[in-house]
């Protein structure tokens, strides 16, 4: 069995950060702190809000928009 680690962790704020359309080789966990708004995935639309978490496989095109102001981790 193999360690499950942790590649790169990141804050953003919309405040101070612009989202554009991205993929990863990896999963990507996404976490809604606050705020709300849609993300897409693969070309699906779908709402968030405070205390959403997304999971994004791997290659996935994704994109996250938040009205207003909104934290993500």
Known sequence: MSDIKIRFLNRHNT???SFKLHS???YEIVYFLSGSGKT???GRSHDI???CICLVAPNS???E???GYGEIL
Do not use: M
């Open 15 to 17: 405040k101070t950060n």
């Open 24 to 26: 990863h080789k990896c």
């Open 40 to 42: 897409l995935i693969g």
């Open 49 to 51: 809000k405070e205390d």
């Open 61 to 63: 095109e994704h994109i």
């Open 65 to 67: 928009y938040i009205d």
